[in-house]
């Protein structure tokens, strides 16, 4: 069993969709949780990072983790054709030197 | 631009030769990270240094792989004797000390071909 786990899709969604990705984690100890945009050839980049529990919203994006259930999810909203890209979920130490990600989710965004 | 560069983007080589690629942090960045990302795989943690001390190395950095980041600035990674299996992305990514220090910056990898 892989640490994260993710859904690898590809999701496909018509412009101004609601999108909604989703990781399951095994490892308790780590209580960072990011998302990363990873467009393709280029190198992830960092959206958005959640500490513990609970929700944070930036703009268009939402970021929600569920303790209890060892679920991590990323809430898009309005869907533009400019999110087409791989969402890749992870899981981070406290001390930051240990980063686990999932496989990634590729995501279709029709224009 | 300031950002993490990686050098050269593309590297095709035969089976058996070995290779070295290179990574320039943020300059305000004290730890360097390296990955492998393959096909339909998220990034796989290889290496980890903070400052010029390589503090974690991942089982999957075999014998034939080595890293250094001498003097804290720069960083190699060298793969010897070069397999098929070793053909994949190779990401490098810095961070910043203190809290944000989980906030990993990623370069633009450096794509192995291996013959």
């Known amino acids: 069993q892989k640490e994260v786990e993710q859904d690898p899709g590809p999701l496909s969604v018509p412009e101004g969709a609601i999108v909604s990705l989703n990781c399951t984690y095994s490892n308790s100890a780590f209580q960072y949780f990011m998302w990363y945009r990873q467009y393709s050839r280029k190198g992830p980049e960092l959206l958005m990072y959640?500490?513990?529990?609970g929700n944070k919203e930036d703009g268009r994006f939402t970021a929600q983790v569920d303790k209890s259930s060892k679920y991590i999810s990323l809430f898009i909203r309005d869907s533009q054709p400019s999110d087409s890209a791989t969402y890749l979920c992870?899981?981070?130490?406290?001390?930051?030197?240990?980063?686990?990600f999932g496989a990634g989710t590729r995501l279709f965004v029709k224009a | 631009d300031t950002g993490v560069s990686q050098n050269p983007r593309h590297k095709i080589t035969k089976r058996g030769q070995n290779v070295t690629f290179r990574c320039d942090p943020i300059s305000e960045h004290n730890r360097l990270y390296w990955y492998r990302q393959t096909l339909g795989q998220g990034p796989e943690f290889l290496t980890y240094f903070q400052n010029e001390a390589q503090l974690e190395k991942s089982r999957l950095l075999s014998d034939r792989f080595s890293a250094e980041r001498p003097k804290g600035s720069f960083s190699t990674l060298e793969i010897q004797r070069t397999e098929q299996g070793d053909s994949a992305m190779y990401l490098c990514?810095?961070?910043?000390?203190?809290?944000?220090?989980?906030?990993?910056?990623f370069g633009p990898g450096t794509r192995l071909t291996v013959l």
């Open positions: 959640t500490y513990s529990s």
């Open positions: 992870a899981q981070s130490s406290t001390g930051g030197f240990k980063t686990i």
């Open positions: 990514a810095s961070s910043p000390r203190g809290q944000g220090a989980f906030e990993q910056f």
